[in-house]
């Protein structure tokens, strides 16, 4: 983001820290704030009339909450939920969207990102459908520390395992396999990051390719 658009939205930002498992909006809900991540990690969460839910994208530090809903003066079609606890500024929908409407600059960055979310959409999908869950895993946890900038990620296998629609005792193994990789270390209700090169060999294509397209 420019300088001016920078200098024009700050005095409406707040900062918020945001808790871990917090759902900051639902599906449905017209877009009136929208969050730009900081050290926090937020996910698009669809759920199902069965109560089981997924994962479609995340937002870290690189993004803005809703987008594609705000970019379309829409309702959401997912829940945004905090899968990383952290800081992140808030900013009142209208006051982002009297600027993008004011500065061309500021536009072109809000479709950039707005495609940058489908892509990561469509990749997820293929990947959920054709990957086994371990690279998957391994992919997931460098993503999210791209974004977070932590080596310390604080969800239990359960948490892990609801957002990328896997059940806890394959989840489970999976973790286990990275361990004994060296990628991670595991202990209750936190991973640990030791190896990166070890979680790059595990990944699955689809890391090196979305950081190769975005």
Not at 45 to 63: K, P, Q, Y
Not at 98 to 107: C, K, N, R, T, V
Not at 112 to 134: F, I
Not at 191 to 207: G, N, P, Q, S, V
Request: hydrophobic letters at 45%; aromatic letters at 4%; a neutral charge.
């Amino acid at each position: 983001m420019s300088p001016a658009d920078q200098a024009a939205l700050r005095p409406h930002a707040r900062r918020r820290i945001l808790e871990a498992g917090d759902i900051l909006m639902r599906v449905s809900d017209p877009v009136d704030l929208v969050y730009f991540p900081v050290t926090a990690d937020i996910a698009n969460v669809i759920r199902l009339s069965d109560g089981l839910a997924g994962m479609a994208t995340t937002v870290g530090r690189d993004g803005i909450t809703g987008l594609a809903a705000f970019m379309a003066d829409e309702p959401l079609g997912w829940d945004i939920l905090v899968q990383i606890g952290g800081e992140a500024w808030s900013l009142p929908g209208d006051r982002l969207r009297h600027q993008a409407q004011a500065s061309p600059d500021l536009e072109a960055l809000l479709m950039r990102l707005t495609h940058k979310n489908q892509v990561e959409a469509a990749v997820n999908t293929v990947c959920n459908l054709r990957h086994p869950v371990m690279p998957r895993l391994a992919r997931w946890l460098l993503t999210t520390q791209d974004r977070t900038g932590a080596s310390e990620l604080r969800m239990t296998q359960e948490e892990v395992g609801a957002l990328l629609g896997v059940q806890r005792t394959t989840m489970n193994e999976a973790f286990q396999d990275l361990a004994a990789r060296d990628g991670v270390v595991i202990s209750r209700g936190r991973t640990t990051i030791r190896d990166r090169a070890a979680l790059k060999r595990c990944a699955c294509e689809c890391y090196a390719s979305m950081k190769l397209s975005l």
